[in-house]
């Protein structure tokens, strides 16, 4: 069965930082690119990160550059994303994505 789990959401203050985690199961992990995606409430999904399936180019949203890192580990096919610097407006459900293949997303939320 082909499945995306993200875990590593939270609650946590402006300033802080979260590692979201995203395993693979079932497809071809190494053979393709990895996204993650975000969803505020009342908002549309926004694409945060990209990363090759080498894992050789990544690329992110504006918004986060220079504060997030997107990353993957294909021996145990796994994503991450690294949150530094977290602020309030990045409080939405982070979903990992490869293709039309969705996770079941995880809540992060940056509140003092």
């Known amino acids: 069965e082909v499945q995306l789990v993200e875990s590593g959401g939270g609650l946590v203050q402006p300033g802080g930082s979260l590692r979201l985690s995203c395993a693979a199961f079932?497809?071809?992990?190494?053979?393709?690119?990895m996204r993650w995606y975000r969803q505020a409430p009342g908002e549309g999904r926004e694409l945060v990160a990209m990363?090759?399936?080498?894992?050789?180019?990544?690329n992110y949203a504006d918004s986060v550059k220079g504060r997030f890192t997107i990353s993957r580990d294909n021996a145990k096919n796994m994503v991450y994303l690294q949150m530094n610097s977290l602020k309030a407006e990045d409080t939405a459900v982070y979903y990992c994505?490869?293709?039309?293949?969705w996770g079941q997303g995880t809540q992060v939320t940056v509140s003092s």
């Open positions: 079932g497809f071809s992990f190494s053979g393709f690119t």
């Open positions: 990363i090759s399936s080498g894992g050789d180019m990544t």
């Open positions: 994505n490869s293709g039309n293949r």
